[in-house]
């Protein structure tokens, strides 16, 4: 349903098994879902800009700069509304250098400028930015508002923001191996088991709990290279939807559908 901005109706429309009624106020519905178990840790697979713009007859570049827009959207309604502490978005893979050199210039330039002028706005929300990723690929001046605005932030514990930027699933997990290696080659691991628990020390996302809710827009069933070691038991929610047409109206739709999931871990629940 479209949201208005009208004043939620003092008479609510009935719910049926936990899923909002159609018309529904964006209100009540955040009200609704927050009184049932919400991911802790939602991920996201931002795609379909480049189609968004193309439908349009505008430059792919234009459909990044609404997906941010979107993207930012997004980040408020997940922060504010929703209070889900854990929010990671995947931004720039390591696949995506093979794009033409201006689209990946201008990305990078839409993020650095991003992180230069949304600085404040992390502070004044308490939101503690980590980037995913190898930093050393990136452009200096990008790398340089990444490193302050994580510096910057790190103390903050309200809402945990991750961008994965030149982020590569096998990547990470390759590099966590070279770094398990070396770590055991110069006698720092104390005879400690390599087990998961030491495993997931050495991944990006260490301080980070492992994804509930992965989802993709852009109507693509694939996990792209995108935290393959994180997602083993991620429930999954695609859209056709593209990524700058993605309201927080269909995020609620998201996660209804994943309050209504029954997650096994691989276990029987009811032998
Ligand atoms: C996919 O669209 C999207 C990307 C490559 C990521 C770009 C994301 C943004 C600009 C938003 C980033 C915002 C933050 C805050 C990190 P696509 O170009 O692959 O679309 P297509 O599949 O239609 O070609």
Redesign the pocket.
Known sequence: MAHTGAKPSPIEPVVEEGRAAPGASLAARVRRVKARPLPQHLAII???????AKRRGWP?TE??RH??KA??RL?EFVGRELEIPYLT????STE?WARPRHEVEF?FA??RD?LRQKLDRLHEHEIRLRVLGELDGLPAALRREVERAVRETRRYERFHLS?ALNYGGRQEILQAVRRIVDDKLRGRLNGEPLDERLFRRYLYTAELPDPDLLIRT?GEERLSNFLLWQVAYTELWVTET??PDFTPEELLDALEDYQQRERRFGRVLDP
Do not use: S, T
Not at 46 to 52: I, K, Q, V
Not at 89 to 92: H, K, N, V
């Open positions: 931002m795609d379909g800009n480049g189609r968004w792919r459909g990044h997906g941010l993207a930012e980040v978005l995947y931004a720039f995506n990305l839409l993020l991003f961008i852009g593209l990524w």
